[in-house]
Nanobody, 124 residues
Framework: QLQVVESGGGLVQPGGSLRLSCAAS????????IGWFRQAPGKEREGVSC????????EYADSVKGRFTISRDNGKNTVYLQMNSLNPEDTAVYYC?????????????????WGQGTQVTVSS
């Protein structure tokens, strides 16, 4: 089922930072590309970033480029999303999932199961 578990969300002031973690549950995360997605109230879930299994290829949505950084530690079976310069528009539930790979590049399209998500709220 390729189940994942997200953590690290919270309440942060505009301009602040958070680091989200995505851990694998019952499988070797290092074998797969992983994507981060988010869903704000009243909006559709959207792709934020993804990373291929080696970590050498990453993709970002235009709205987060230069502010968010995705990385992975396959030894710890975990993928991270470092979020800097957060603004209220980043408020959402953040999810990770196994995503597809095309020619060694990740694609922000879910292949595995959704986790439960982690809430990120940016507010003063």
């Amino acid at each position: 089922q390729l189940q994942v578990v997200e953590s690290g969300g919270g309440l942060v002031q505009p301009g602040g930072s958070l680091r989200l973690s995505c851990a694998a549950s019952g499988f070797i995360l290092g074998s797969y590309a992983i994507g981060w997605f988010r869903q704000a109230p009243g909006k559709e879930r959207e792709g934020v970033s993804c990373i291929n299994n080696s970590g050498r290829s990453t993709e970002y949505a235009d709205s987060v480029k230069g502010r968010f950084t995705i990385s992975r530690d396959n030894g710890k079976n975990t993928v991270y999303l470092q979020m800097n310069s957060l603004n209220p528009e980043d408020t959402a539930v953040y999810y990770c999932a196994v995503v597809f790979t095309v020619q060694a590049k990740c694609v922000m399209k879910r292949f595995g199961s959704w986790g439960q998500g982690t809430q990120v709220t940016v507010s003063s």
